[in-house]
């Protein structure tokens, strides 16, 4: 399903885009995202948990099952990670024709410090069979999605989920989740896109045949058309994004900078597969690029990097900025976004209209 982007946002996207806000971009400021600030992705319903009688059931291809209360997780050695997490649409709606779906444009990230249970300690206390294949991950939430009824799942092979750092998250910059961000546990697997981060999370099960869920097998897949199969969409590409400078005009939100003096422009970059080795500037929509400086402040791999960048205007009047960011695996943002039926992986250039007084 998709729509030209001159037809109008329909009622269904606006109720989808005001349950599920994004990160308002001037809070790239801060290197951690206060909560509130953080973005959301709630497929169907947030649902109300009970603390008290919440359990993790661990089980499936194992040797020995696992039902853990909360008190028993938190009793258990934890570890603190920053993680940089994106929606795997965000950018959709700056596609053409758009995807019907949450209509994202830039902002669907966001930087938490994430403490839980590592993973991988839990793992392999309950002994996974030889033969396992994939983890799959349930959530408490249930809905419909293409007319298949399910509660939220996703998997990941048992390599990647005892290797990846993955953590069992119960508190999200040292306070207790937040009932949108998951509580009592969520799952967090640094360098994935979101939809992997399974929120609400009361099971974890081994499996022997690869798991074939709705979230995994029809969802999240980079395809051109429904009849291909197309490829899992996993980990995040290169972005970098820029703290609007300036101040905004109330209804386009396009900027206005005074002029005479240099700009300091600033924002973040991050990328799920290495580490950012570069990010570029341009005040001429892209036709040419200066190097900015780039800051690692937060330690964690999968944390975003800052970059600033002294900008002299050369006169007063409109221009369009942009930024591009570079990994340690050589990709780089593209100018164009490459077009996908689910509107995923849109890390094209952010263009950022100003003008200087
Ligand atoms: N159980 C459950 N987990 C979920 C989701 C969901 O709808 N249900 N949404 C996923 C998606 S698509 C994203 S992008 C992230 C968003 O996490 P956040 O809302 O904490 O930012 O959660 C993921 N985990
Ligand atoms: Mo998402």
Known sequence: MSVSADSGISLEELRLAARNHAMPLEALRWPI????????????????????????????????????SLDELRARPSVEVAVTMECAGNGRALLEPRPISQPWLTEAVGTARWRGVPLAALLDEVEPAASAADVVFGGLDRGVEAEVEQRYERSLPLAEARGAGCVLAYEMNSAPLLPQHGFPLRLVVPGWYGMTNVKWLSSITVTEEP??????????????????????????????????PGIPDFFTRDRVVAGGAPVVLEGRAWSGKAPIVRVEVSDDAGASWAEADLVHDLRDPFAWSGWSFRWEPASPGPYTLCC??????????????????????NNAVQRVPVVVR
């Open 33 to 68: 995202t206060p909560a509130g600030l953080h973005y959301l992705l709630i497929h169907y319903d947030v649902p109300l948990v009970e603390p008290a009688s919440f359990r993790l059931e661990v089980g499936g291809a194992v040797g020995q099952t696992l039902s853990l």
């Open 324 to 345: 591009r960011a570079t990994d340690a695996t050589g990709e780089a943002q593209p100018l164009e976004p490459e077009w996908n039926l689910g509107g995923y992986e």
């Open 211 to 244: 798991f074939a869920g709705y979230q995994v097998a029809h969802a999240y897949r980079f395809r051109r058309s429904e009849d291909e199969e197309g490829r899992p969409v996993t980990r995040m590409r290169p972005r970098s994004l820029m703290a609007p």
